[in-house]
């Protein structure tokens, strides 16, 4: 149980395009949902919580304008790269967490390369 | 304020060896403590979690963890490391109320030598 699946996996984009990255809970309902990224060898930031329902929450130093979250339903999150640039490119990972537990599950994260 | 610390971000071990990766914990608040582990480019997976109940935690594949609250640690070890153990491990920390939101650490990689 607890699956949570992202897509695409890797994505490849020119300057200047949007990019939406997708987060899905498999086997349960999210009614929170994370998104992080990596830079390479690093470890994870998180970049805003999101409740089903509800604006996402950003953490300080993150453009809300930039990075579109949406949590329509409990059982997916979408977050919207609004035109991307070089230094957007990273490892996006979202995680979900249930109303009955205190652990977060991860996805399998997406790539982003930006040109 | 919560922070996690993990000393070592490379740890090499002979295969069949002890694991042992190191957590220090700072938070004023009763902790939830996490590892994840992270193969490469891949997303987290959950390998163990302490929220309040017994210290000595036991996880998947033959990892544990005991919270010391009087050493505001949270050590990973396995008695006998194998082959595919080699990863990057993440020591976490939450609290109660704090809308699960993990603070993570800087991650150790976990190379096994045969």
């Not at chain 1, 020119?14 to 997708?22: N, Q």
């Not at chain 2, 390998?47 to 033959?62: F, M």
């Not at chain 2, 609250?69 to 109660?96: G, I, Q």
Request: hydrophobic share 35%.
């Amino acid at each position: 149980g607890a699956v949570v699946s992202q897509h695409p996996s890797r994505v490849i984009c020119k300057s200047g395009t949007s990019v939406k990255i997708e987060c899905r809970s498999l086997d349960f309902q999210a009614t929170t949902m994370f998104w992080y990224r990596q830079f390479p060898k690093q470890s994870l930031m998180l970049m805003a919580t999101s409740n089903e329902g509800s604006k996402a929450t950003y953490e300080q130093g993150v453009e809300k304008d930039k990075f579109l979250i949406n949590h329509a339903s409990l059982t997916l999150s979408t977050l919207t790269v609004t035109s991307a640039h070089p230094e957007d490119s990273s490892f996006y990972i979202c995680s979900a967490r249930g109303a009955a537990t205190d652990t977060q599950y991860f996805g399998p994260g997406t790539r982003l390369t930006v040109l | 304020a919560q922070s996690v610390t993990q000393l070592g971000s490379h740890v090499s071990v002979s295969e069949g060896a002890l694991v042992l990766l190191r957590c220090n914990y700072s938070s004023s608040v009763p902790p939830y403590l996490f590892w994840y582990v992270q193969y490469p480019n891949q997303g987290l997976q959950l390998l163990l979690k302490y929220t309040s109940a017994a210290t000595l935690v036991k996880g998947i594949n033959g990892f544990e963890a005991e919270f010391k609250k009087s050493e505001t640690s949270f050590h990973l070890t396995k008695p006998s490391a194998h082959m595919s153990d080699a990863a990057e491990y993440f020591c976490a920390v939450s609290y109660r109320g704090g809308g699960n939101k993990l603070t993570f650490g800087t991650g150790t990689q976990l190379k096994v030598e045969l």
